[in-house]
């Protein structure tokens, strides 16, 4: 009787001890999970912090100050001993002298006496006379003109009559076109804000001007460009290969979108309410040409063989991918040597090294040996780098278009230069407040930059168009030679 309860009691110990085992167990599988999932947090918020315009889509000024230190001084040391500013055989660059008949005025001077005998020497002109220019500011002076209705009395029967009012002859708006457009250029182009506007044509032409009139004339230029728009829109959609790229912009602190199409030959900006798909399958209407852009699921609407996937998102991606530790840096490093050869090859092209045929041919086992490497990286299930292949080989008809087609970057670098104005002007306006603000915006910026491209004077294009706008007239054409030439 006293054994079985020894037994009794041992076999009660030992399901206490089988059941703290199992709850330890149970801790230990528990604090291993949370473990797990800590670090994992630890890694993506370190993936985070590393990140910087080098190795992920942040621009440049995100990096903060001393952030390219290291580089730079890597760079001084390369160039040790050599002094500052240009070296030998740098061509340089100077001041270029204005033609003759630009001058406003020629001072000739001619020497008094020879050098060699002294006799008296008459004044004969030098045709290659030795020339030098002095350009100064004079003061800047409003003209303003003043109409005046006169009221007559009648001597004959002592009836005051005024004298009718001439639409023809009074202007209807208080500024000229060359005025309107100079304030249009001051907030829309160089991106001043309506008080400083206020203070610099005060400062610099002693012109007195409201914010409500600057407000005004920003509604009038609007208006007056808006034909030169629409003919950019055409203009970009019917190119054989455009670039695209969008970000965010605030309407009274309303997030919306801001859009761009940049060709060689125009550039177009719109302001749209979001980046959906349907909204920019709208803006895109013609479905024509290459476009360019990055792996935005967005624009999927274009047929893939007809796009370019922009391989400097994809290079940031994979120098990502490369300072991760384990299997995730190892494959980064490898996409990341690929895509060297990719940049490499296409710089021996631009250069004309390589033919475009040698091109194709240097390219082909790159191509292969990348996917492949792709495959492999998307079927290895490591997070936040497997799933990015697998979006990249979605993508694969569309990485290697600039291989074959003539006029295709590889890079969409050209719609991020274009953006970046309209990106800082963003950031020191916080956006517009309204919707007529939306519309002065993107189209005095598609007009600056288009009639750059044209080597148009963006000044003399603004003032053609207001003063179209004011006598009823077609507006001028942004493609127009003369132009160009004046």
Same mark, same amino acid.
């Given at each position: 009787?006293e054994?079985?309860?020894?037994? +009794?009691?041992?076999?009660?110990e030992?399901a ?13 599988a528990e604090?291993?999970?949370q473990? +797990?999932?800590?670090?994992e ?18 621009p440049p ?8 230190a290291a ?22 660059t100077h001041r ?8 406003d005025d020629?001072?000739d001077?001619?020497?008094?006496e020879?050098?060699?005998c ?7 002109e030098d045709?290659?006379a030795?020339?030098y220019q ?5 003061p800047?002076q ?7 209705r ?5 001597p ?6 005024m004298?009718?009012?001439d639409?023809?002859?009074i202007?209807?708006?208080a500024f000229?076109p ?13 991106h001043?804000s309506r008080?400083?506007t ?6 610099l ?8 009139s600057v ?20 203009a970009a959609i019917r190119?054989?290969v ?7 912009w605030?309407?009274?602190?309303v ?11 125009v550039?177009?900006?719109k302001?749209?309410?979001n ?5 920019l ?10 476009l ?5 699921t967005?624009l999927?609407?274009?047929a893939m ?6 391989w ?7 120098i990502s ?21 990719v940049? +490499?090859y296409w710089?021996?092209?631009?250069d004309?090294k ?19 490497a792709?495959?492999?990286?998307a079927a290895a ?6 799933g990015?292949c697998a ?5 694969r008809?569309?990485l ?7 006029g295709?970057?590889p890079?969409?670098n050209? +719609?991020?230069?274009?953006?970046r ?11 517009t407040q309204s ?7 993107e189209r005095?910026?598609t007009?600056a930059h288009?009639?750059r ?5 963006v000044l003399?294009f603004?003032?053609a ?7 009823g007239?077609p507006a ?6 003369c132009?160009?030439a004046?």
């Amino acid at each position: 009787m006293e054994g079985q309860l020894d037994i +009794a009691r041992l076999q009660a110990e030992l399901a206490a001890r089988d059941a703290e085992v199992a709850a330890s167990a149970a801790r230990i599988a528990e604090l291993e999970e949370q473990v +797990a999932r800590l670090t994992e947090v630890v890694e993506a918020l370190r993936e985070e912090l590393s990140r910087n315009s080098n190795n992920s889509d942040l621009p440049p000024s995100n990096d903060g100050p001393g952030k390219n230190a290291a580089k730079r001084k890597r760079r001084k040391q390369k160039g040790k001993g050599r002094k500052r500013g240009g070296q030998p055989g740098h061509r340089g660059t100077h001041r270029m002298l204005l033609p003759v008949e630009e001058v406003d005025d020629v001072v000739d001077l001619y020497p008094v006496e020879c050098e060699s005998c002294w006799e008296s020497l008459p004044q004969v002109e030098d045709p290659r006379a030795k020339r030098y220019q002095y350009t100064e500011l004079k003061p800047q002076q409003p003209h303003t003109t003043e109409y005046r209705r006169h009221a007559v009395f009648c001597p004959n029967c002592g009836y005051k009559t005024m004298a009718a009012y001439d639409g023809e002859v009074i202007p209807r708006f208080a500024f000229g076109p060359r005025l309107m457009s100079v304030v249009a250029m001051l907030t829309g182009v160089y991106h001043l804000s309506r008080r400083k506007t206020v203070r610099l044509l005060w400062e610099l032409l002693g012109l007195r001007i409201s914010l409500g009139s600057v407000s005004n004339i920003e509604k009038r230029v609007g208006d007056a460009i808006e034909p030169a728009v629409d003919e950019a829109w055409v203009a970009a959609i019917r190119a054989r290969v455009k670039h695209t790229d969008g970000t965010s912009w605030l309407q009274a602190g309303v997030l919306l979108s801001l859009w761009t199409i940049a060709t060689t030959a125009v550039t177009v900006f719109k302001i749209v309410a979001n980046g959906r798909k349907e909204t920019l399958r709208k803006l895109l209407f013609e479905l024509r040409g290459v476009l360019v852009s990055d792996r935005a699921t967005t624009l999927t609407f274009w047929a893939m063989e007809r796009r370019q996937v922009c391989w400097a998102h994809l290079l940031r991606k994979f120098i990502s991918f490369s300072e991760r530790d384990g299997p995730a840096g190892a494959i980064g490093q490898e996409l990341l040597d690929y895509g060297g050869l990719v940049f +490499a090859y296409w710089a021996d092209f631009k250069d004309g090294k390589l033919s475009r045929e040698q091109l194709r041919t240097w390219m082909a086992p790159v191509r292969a040996q990348l996917e492949a490497a792709l495959e492999r990286a998307a079927a290895a299930g490591i997070k936040r780098l497997s799933g990015s292949c697998a979006d990249m080989l979605d993508h694969r008809l569309a990485l290697w278009t600039f291989v074959d087609r003539e006029g295709v970057e590889p890079t969409n670098n050209h +719609a991020e230069q274009e953006l970046r104005a309209f990106v800082l002007w963003r950031r020191r306006s916080f956006g517009t407040q309204s919707e007529r603000g939306n519309r002065f915006a993107e189209r005095v910026m598609t007009v600056a930059h288009t009639a750059r491209k044209q080597n148009n004077n963006v000044l003399s294009f603004l003032s053609a168009c207001c003063e179209a706008h004011l006598n009823g007239r077609p507006a001028p054409s942004l493609f127009d030679p003369c132009l160009a030439a004046a």
